[in-house]
């Protein structure tokens, strides 16, 4: 379909609001931001060159995308009040244009910035977040260090490692065991004093090793002092998980949640969530923009203020339902898929009884 002077019009008027809100607020925030961190700056000397090359350069696109629904809906409802205030919403109507030609252009907005916010939070803004994660970890969070105790870890679907301690300086676990069960009855054991982890050979390097192996005519023991093996488990196993969902692309999000399932861990909830949301958000720039649309539409005989002021306590209750989900959802209490679409179903919803509303 070829765009119409007025298509063009809405289009472009609704893509340089929606920048510019966005724009303001991620502004704010990174002031905000760095109001509270600049103390942390000074203290542990974060060089200028890191704080605005590897942090804020990478802090500005993750907000931009992480409140891009909200900032489309806040845009819409800015632009689309401001017109109908002048009256010119009820000119297109008065030609004939009906109310969904009208949001046609919206949509096509809508749909670009969804396009780019689905690229960017699969595969840009991961690459982004590992960069200004690790800065957060080096200069604004406290040293991390292992404190697990007697760690239970299912490294493949009938195998076990078993650790009583690690230590993520060193490398190096104490007290190591590795089983074999299948089904109910062990198979094999190997237990050791030490595993370390060798960068060279990429490999664990078991010390002083005890293998037990037991089969129909009995079993075999078989000991030794030294051995590499490689195994379902790495270093990064037991390093510093902040924010670690956020630094996977999809391809790698979905390889981690399938090896979380293999192993039986916990946490898992929260891998998941992070996945559905990546998808759900495209589809909530849509929702948000029809409901934006339709709620600033009307002339207002209180004014711009009004529709612009319902638009923000809708975008105040979409936020709290989105974190109550989520918050249930992560503690295991309800589908993590249920949760994660639950405040897109319920605002489609909404926007399809504003539509029935409207006066034709």
Not at 201 to 228: C, F, M, P, V
Not at 265 to 271: A, K
Not at 318 to 344: D, H, M
Request: proline share 4%; net charge positive.
């Amino acid at each position: 379909m070829k765009l119409k002077i007025l298509d063009r019009y809405l289009l472009k008027n609704f893509l340089v609001t929606y920048v510019f809100v966005a724009l303001m607020i991620v502004l704010i925030i990174c002031v905000v931001d760095y109001t509270e961190k600049v103390d942390d700056f000074i203290k542990r000397q974060a060089p200028t060159r890191a704080i605005f090359l590897d942090y804020y350069i990478n802090l500005i696109p993750y907000w931009a995308n992480y409140i891009s629904p909200l900032m489309v809906f806040i845009g819409t409802v800015f632009f689309t009040s401001r017109i109908a205030a002048r009256t010119e919403i009820v000119a297109m109507l008065s030609t004939g244009i009906s109310f969904g030609r009208i949001m046609f252009p919206y949509f096509l907005g809508a749909a670009v910035i969804a396009l780019y916010t689905f690229a960017m939070v699969g595969w840009i803004l991961p690459k982004a977040n590992k960069k200004r994660n690790a800065f957060e970890i080096k200069y604004t969070k406290d040293e991390f260090y292992f404190d697990g105790r007697n760690v239970h870890l299912k490294i493949a679907p009938q195998t076990y490692a078993y650790l009583e301690s690690y230590n993520n300086v060193s490398r190096t676990g104490n007290k190591f065991t590795l089983e074999v069960i299948e089904g109910t009855e062990l198979k094999e054991k190997l237990s050791a004093d030490k595993i370390v982890w060798s960068p060279e050979k990429e490999k664990w390097t078991i010390q002083n090793y005890y293998i037990r192996t037991l089969h129909d005519q009995g079993e075999t023991i078989s000991t030794g002092a030294e051995i590499d093996t490689t195994i379902n488990l790495t270093p990064r196993d037991f390093e510093s998980q902040y924010k670690i969902f956020e630094t996977f692309t999809l391809p790698e999000l979905e390889n981690h949640i399938e090896l979380l399932k293999s192993r039986g861990s916990d946490g898992l909830e929260v891998f998941l969530i992070e996945k559905y949301t990546r998808f759900t958000q495209p589809f909530a720039i849509f929702i948000l923009t029809a409901i934006g649309v339709i709620v600033s539409a009307r002339k207002s005989r209180r004014g711009v203020g009004w529709p612009i002021a319902m638009g923000f306590l809708l975008a105040f209750v979409y936020i709290l339902f989105f974190l109550v989900s989520k918050g249930i959802a992560e503690a295991g209490n309800i589908n993590t898929l249920f949760a994660v679409w639950l405040p897109n179903v319920v605002f489609s919803f909404i926007g399809i009884l504003l539509y029935k509303t409207l006066p034709r």
